[in-house]
């Protein structure tokens, strides 16, 4: 069994778009400062990473799945410049009743344990809301509020 991190996608690893806005395009992710290397230490420390992200602006039309993996296709292609990876990217399209794959269902989660062996009691839930953490508890990982992954990065590893 393996131990993961899951990460929220939107305020933990790019910087939130405007209100009612979805970043659709490639130029308008910006990576936060520190993901790069907080994502590379939990590879080299053998954790999965997976992002758990939910993208309702695909259910309101605002943006397409077709661009959704566009954009994960830059972010992993930025990652690689720094020698870091995500190994699983995880997206509900759905809007809120529809599914229940969006956080703080665990749907998602679900999904991830179907694709990997998830040790749960050695693996975490960081991201920067209360759904977040909600969604953690609910699947059984240990969850952490934050706005920094890299701090988030720092506490796991320190144990």
């Known amino acids: 069994m393996r131990k993961a991190i899951f990460l929220d996608r939107d305020g933990l ?13 490639p130029k308008d992710f910006e990576i936060l400062p520190g993901v790069p ?24 039309g605002m943006l397409t799945m077709e661009q959704v993996e566009t954009v994960h296709r830059y972010l992993q292609s930025e990652l690689g ?16 009743g529809e599914c229940t794959c969006r956080k703080p269902d665990i749907g998602l989660f679900l999904k991830a344990e179907k694709d990997f062996d998830i040790d749960k009691r050695r693996s975490w839930m960081v991201g920067d809301s209360d759904t977040d953490v909600e969604a953690g508890e609910r699947y059984g990982v240990r969850p952490i509020l934050t706005k920094s992954l890299l701090q988030a990065v720092n506490m796991i590893l320190a144990g």
Do not use: M, W
């Not at 290397?37 to 309101?60: H, P, Y």
């Open 13 to 25: 690893i790019n910087r939130q778009a405007a209100p009612h806005h979805y970043i659709s395009d």
């Open 37 to 60: 290397e907080a994502i590379k230490r939990l590879n080299d420390a053998g954790f999965l990473v997976i992002v758990v992200t939910n993208q309702r602006g695909v259910a309101r």
């Open 81 to 96: 410049k720094h020698g870091a990876h995500i190994d699983a990217i995880y997206v509900c399209p759905h809007a809120d």
